[in-house]
């Protein structure tokens, strides 16, 4: 069953990796609740919802995979919004709302389901509008609904004390669609919907004649290419006025007025950005282009490629994010508030113009380290002091603000990338949804963001970046140094989602142990991670073992193993500092104490050189002669000897709480050499039947059958050095 309650207390971590984000259009958005910036996107069947880099607020699970996440604006442009947020899936549509819990924790519940009549009708895209209105475009059909309470097309409420059924809500109405539906928004004032299908070359404009009928007035704007992206321009953040001393002026402007002009901006295969703008009631148009911008000659440095099917330049890709005229201005007023009173530098200076002009500012970048940032006059700019000279550029005028050469953005080949950006004081803010796997989070001062002579690694900085496997996790596992951690699912997906990979903010590939000519249509039970560059991970089925490194590419042959795969443990063998160098020895054991050996092949040699060992009937053999061979283990850990090198130690636990220790070279594990043994010791430790265990060198520890017993046993005596019985039940890391 999804999950309806608000999870686990907020916690922060090191590094987190929340899952890989879904490869749709609307995976990402951000909302301001009671001040606070909150980062939400969806990863199969979750929802994430993040206050920063490393802190997780909660992570949602719904019955469906979805498909858009759409978060309530706020509605008197101060940050203080509803924090309502739509949730899709193919089938229902969920309103989620906030609540507040000890500590004035925020978390969110699930309050309203959204019903759709056309079960073929799979959702795609969201929009919220006035009063509580959401859009939902689908495969077939636009479906208007109300969210608020007591609406008129709202069922009766089914309440019950596990909150497993849910308020539903029917269409308001519902219009059918030529075909499936990519894109439909809401413009600010909920007066036009803008529309788009996949591959289309126009956008459907629907004004609405009333707002409790479908009753619209339709126009079509056209485009020479496909239309890649649609967004209505958002209003200006409300903000009190503030000279550069830092000093408030005590009005508040840019809240959007009714009659102020609504703006869309679209995006085209053919690289460029279209600004469109309504005009007055009278005018026969509803939508007018205001002006364009050419977003790949905004980059001339950038080459172009030649296709070699047509013989045509094919542009380079081109990605862009806005920032509008106010939320510039108030990232300005504070980057000059805080060096008011110190000499102004040329790009100080260069703020201030830029101010004076009242730009939309849109930023053009090519993947590939290169940005240029041109303004454009918002066509529905007026001036808030007559009495003020404007420097505000003629209506339509692009002039260009900044270029850099190195920006840390890095983005692959051809990737679809979705962008989302907000100012908080004097950063910009600028959040990426790359469609491999991964959201990015950068953050740059405006000062550094659009100086004309600012290096390209200073302008914007990464803050975090998430992403994890596009499945649900089945385990972890750490590398044998501890340095990285593997996340991997029963159908072979694994990544490493924390290691020196994710410190240093590179971008973490997910791989599959199936795409190998060893494939297997068998559950991956296990999947230990190595951490070094020839041999990433060692992947067990429930019958065969294979290796593979850390690009996820196969090494050696897949080998047949009876191992017990899901209580397989790695120890990486000890060698003499003088022994000649040949590469690492893995043991790969079970619970019962079966092994088999992993020999990689040394570093920059042959990868394909990795060695399995066979299995077949092998058992770590620590029992001592004197003791009965028909001891059944339920439990085994052999670690690095404290003292002798190349020696390990081996300890085993069995049904009645008998501890066995013993000490051996790590000959014992291979055919070369001569094994050395000491005389193993026996404890008892009272433990009956034990369910969880664990040995270091010194150590062991036990819970029992009864799960809440914590027993820690000192291996070279046997003494119980501490008894705890715990509230809760303790299960196997």
């Known amino acids: 069953m999804p999950s309806l309650s608000p999870g686990a207390a907020t916690s922060t971590f090191s590094h987190i990796a929340p899952g890989s984000p879904t490869p749709s259009l609307q995976a990402l958005t951000t909302l301001t609740y009671r001040w606070k910036r909150y980062i939400l996107y969806i990863s199969g069947r979750q929802l994430n919802i993040l206050r ?309 500012v849109v930023v053009a970048l090519d993947g590939r380290g290169r940005m240029s940032a041109w303004g454009f006059t918002f066509p529905g700019q007026r001036q808030r002091r007559p009495s003020t000279p404007s420097k505000s550029a003629p209506a339509g005028e692009v002039f260009h603000i900044a270029h850099t050469e190195d920006l840390g953005i890095r983005l692959e080949d051809g990737e679809n990338v979705r962008f989302d950006c907000w100012v908080e004081g004097d950063e910009v803010n600028v959040l990426v949804h790359g469609f491999e796997g991964m959201v990015q989070w950068w953050k740059g001062g405006v000062e550094g963001l659009f100086s004309p002579g600012s290096a390209g690694g200073e302008r914007l900085q990464r803050v975090a970046d998430w992403g994890g496997v596009p499945e649900e996790v089945s385990g972890l596992s750490r590398s044998i140094e501890g340095d990285e951690v593997v996340a991997w699912t029963d159908r072979g997906s694994w990544q490493i989602v924390a290691g020196r990979d994710s410190r240093e903010g590179g971008r973490r590939a997910t791989h599959h142990a199936l795409d190998t000519q060893q494939q297997t249509a068998d559950l991956w039970l296990r999947i230990a991670a190595i951490g070094r560059d020839n041999l990433a991970v060692i992947a067990l089925t429930a019958k065969f073992v294979a290796c593979f ?37 893995y043991l790969c054991y079970d619970g019962r104490g079966a092994w088999l050996m992993v020999i990689a092949s040394p570093k920059d040699h042959d990868q394909s050189s990795v060695k399995i060992s066979a299995a077949d009937a092998r058992r770590v053999a620590i029992l001592d002669p004197k003791i009965s061979s028909t001891q059944s283990w339920s439990h085994t850990r052999v670690v690095v000897h404290p003292r002798k090198p190349r020696w390990v130690r081996a300890v085993c636990v069995e049904g009645n709480g008998v501890v066995y220790r013993r000490d051996m070279s790590s000959m014992h594990f291979s055919d070369q050499g001569e094994s050395s043994e000491e005389p193993g010791l026996v404890f008892h430790s009272g433990v009956k039947g034990a369910t969880v265990f664990d040995a270091i060198a010194s150590h062991a520890a036990l819970v029992g059958d009864a799960g809440n017993e914590l027993v820690i046993v000192d291996l070279k005596d046997g003494f119980v050095e501490h008894r705890q019985r715990l509230e809760s039940s303790v299960r196997q890391g």
């Open 549 to 585: 490194d850390a690009d996820g590419k196969a090494i050696g042959a897949r080998n047949e193993h009876s191992l017990h795969p899901t209580s397989v443990q790695i120890l990486l063998l000890p060698r003499m500092r003088d022994e000649p160098a040949s590469g690492p020895v």
């Open 52 to 360: 920063d880099a490393t802190e997780l607020v909660q992570a949602l699970t719904f019955e469906d995979e979805l498909v858009a996440i759409e978060a309530e604006k706020s509605s008197d442009g101060l940050g203080n919004g509803s924090g309502r947020i739509a949730v899709a899936g193919k089938r229902d549509v969920w309103i989620l709302e906030p609540v507040t819990g000890e500590g004035n924790r925020v978390s969110w519940r699930k309050a309203l389901v959204l019903k759709r009549e056309d079960q073929e009708d799979d959702a795609r895209t969201l929009t919220w509008g006035n009063e509580g209105e959401v859009l939902v475009g689908g495969s077939k059909r636009l479906n208007l609904f109300s969210t608020v309470e007591g609406s008129r097309e709202s069922s009766r409420v089914n309440s019950t004390a596990t909150l497993k059924e849910l308020e539903e809500r029917v269409p308001l109405w519902t219009k059918e669609v030529a075909s499936p539906v990519a894109y439909a928004a809401f413009s600010p004032s909920a007066s036009l919907i803008a529309t788009c299908g996949l591959r289309d070359r126009l956008v459907k404009i629907w004004r609405r004649l009333s707002f409790e009928d479908a009753l619209f007035d339709y126009a079509y704007l056209p485009h020479p290419g496909m239309v890649t992206h649609l967004e209505w321009r958002r209003s200006d953040p409300a903000v009190l006025e503030v000279d550069d001393l830092g000093e408030r002026r005590g009005s508040v402007y840019s809240v959007r007025h009714d009659e102020e002009l609504e703006v869309l901006h679209t995006f085209c295969t053919d690289g460029g950005m279209r600004v469109w703008k309504t005009g007055g009631h009278q005018d026969v148009d509803i939508l007018t282009l205001h002006t364009s911008v050419d977003l790949v000659g905004a980059i001339p440095s950038s080459p172009t490629l030649k296709n070699t099917d047509t013989g045509h330049p094919t542009p380079l890709d081109r990605y862009a994010f806005l920032l509008t005229s106010g939320s510039l201005s108030s990232a300005i007023t504070a980057a000059l508030g805080k060096t008011a009173l110190s000499k102004p530098t040329h790009a100080q200076e260069h703020l201030k113009d830029l101010r004076s002009k009242h730009p939309d």
